[in-house]
Structure formats: structure tokens, C-alpha cells
């Protein structure tokens, strides 16, 4: 049988996706951690900014959304890796000012100073939202990721 249909296959799309559903449950930032890092060193990549920002994300779905969520790593063919996590909740994250005293609120701070770009989509029929993010080319690398995490850190004081 032939067909005149076109496609292209994933795998000239892309040369590594990796997902996997995290639960409710303290290990899963550290598991999710632990997805990144196995991704960023298959694809030759430093994983430590990475890490931080997915980490944030995580504990983010399980502390605020209260609900598992799919961390998905996409290496897309000639571009930057990209990174995904999907929660069980609508409500969208806000950036707030930072109180210093408190041990949380930092993660959208830490997002806009380490990623090239990221976003939130939301899906209020599934009552679901996906942040994604790509890191800025000097974050790629560990030692550029603690200086500007460092830098982050003094801003916010």
C-alpha cells in the first residue's frame, strides 16, 4: 500500500526524549534529579543548572499543585535541550518579591536568571499546566551556572 501522506520520524527530530512521572512523595525532587543528570550526560552536557532548576520545579508541583508530575527532557537534533514538568493543577506560578528570611520563593528568580527561556502553558479543561524552559548557552556549564546563581543569590538581598 502506498500513500501520498508525509511525516518525518522522531528520531530526525530529536535524539534523545526522556519522561517520567514523579509522585506526590519527599524523594521525588532528588529522583527527578537524578532523570536530569543521566539525560545532561548522554547528551554531553553538564547537568548542575539543570538539576537546580528542575528540582525547583518539582518541589514546586508536589508543595503548592499537591500532585505527581512528568518531568520530560528533550534533546532536539542542532538546538538546546529543553526541559518540561507537568503538574495536576491550574493555578499558574506568579513571581514574588523575595523575603530572605524564608527557606522558598526563589524558584522563578532562579528560572529567569539561569534559563534562555521559559514558560507556562496551561490547560484549564485538563486542570493541568506544563513550565518549560531552556538553559541561557552560559549556564550550560556548571562553573558559569554557580557564578550566576551566586549573582542571583546578591540580588535578591
Not at 62 to 67: D, E, G, I, Q, R
Request: hydrophobic fraction near 40%; glycine fraction near 4%.
Amino acid at each position: 500500500m502506498t500513500s501520498d501522506l508525509k511525516h518525518a520520524h522522531l528520531t530526525d527530530q530529536f535524539r534523545l526524549v526522556q519522561s517520567e512521572k514523579f509522585p506526590v512523595d519527599p524523594l521525588s525532587p532528588r529522583k527527578a534529579r537524578q532523570l536530569v543528570r543521566r539525560f545532561c550526560e548522554a547528551i554531553g552536557q553538564p547537568s548542575d543548572t539543570a538539576e537546580l532548576l528542575i528540582s525547583e520545579l518539582v518541589t514546586n508541583a508536589l508543595t503548592h499543585a499537591k500532585s505527581p508530575c512528568q518531568v520530560t527532557c528533550v534533546a532536539p537534533w542542532g538546538a538546546a535541550a529543553w526541559f518540561e514538568v507537568k503538574d495536576e493543577s491550574p493555578q499558574l506560578p506568579t513571581l514574588r518579591e523575595v523575603d530572605l528570611g524564608a527557606a522558598s520563593g526563589r524558584g522563578l528568580l532562579l528560572m529567569d536568571a539561569l534559563a534562555e527561556y521559559w514558560h507556562v502553558e496551561d490547560d484549564e479543561l485538563r486542570r493541568k499546566k506544563i513550565i518549560c524552559f531552556r538553559l541561557k548557552e552560559e549556564c550550560r556549564d556548571a562553573r558559569s551556572a554557580q557564578q550566576t546563581e551566586v549573582t542571583v543569590a546578591a540580588a535578591a538581598s
